[in-house]
């Protein structure tokens, strides 16, 4: 098991940018898929972006293609979500979840490992 901690969230204007970390620890990191979900008031946990233990292999959601990024250090045991041009509708309790393989990188339920979440409110 790897245990995870997000932070990086906040209040930032509509275009604004914010970056989330996620902190890994409890296992070896090199081996993990790692995901960022969302999840809004009212609605369910949607996938955002994944990075796989190769980092070569991401997946984004159409909504957040061009505008965010997902990254790793494999030397600090941490994964980035860079979001840019920030929206209202980005506004979501972020997720960090980890899992071992990378095959279905958008299903939440592929994920065994979450962090507790960061909040990210986009004002207009």
């Known amino acids: 098991q790897v245990q995870l901690v997000e932070s990086g969230g906040g209040l930032v204007q509509a275009g604004g940018s914010l970056r989330l970390s996620c902190a890994a620890s409890g296992g070896t990191f090199n081996d993990y898929t790692f995901g960022w979900f969302r999840q809004a008031p009212g609605k369910e946990r949607e996938f955002v972006a994944a990075?796989?233990?190769?980092?070569?292999?991401?997946q984004y959601t159409d909504s957040v293609k061009e505008r965010f990024a997902i990254s790793r250090d494999n030397a600090k045991n941490t994964v980035y979500l860079q979001m840019n041009s920030l929206k209202v509708e980005d506004t979501a309790v972020y997720y960090c979840?980890?899992?071992?393989?990378?095959?279905?990188?958008?299903?939440?339920?592929?994920?065994?490992?979450w962090g507790q979440g960061t909040q990210v409110t986009v004002a207009s």
């Open positions: 990075i796989a233990w190769t980092a070569i292999i991401t």
């Open positions: 979840a980890a899992k071992l393989g990378r095959l279905r990188l958008d299903i939440a339920t592929t994920y065994n490992n």
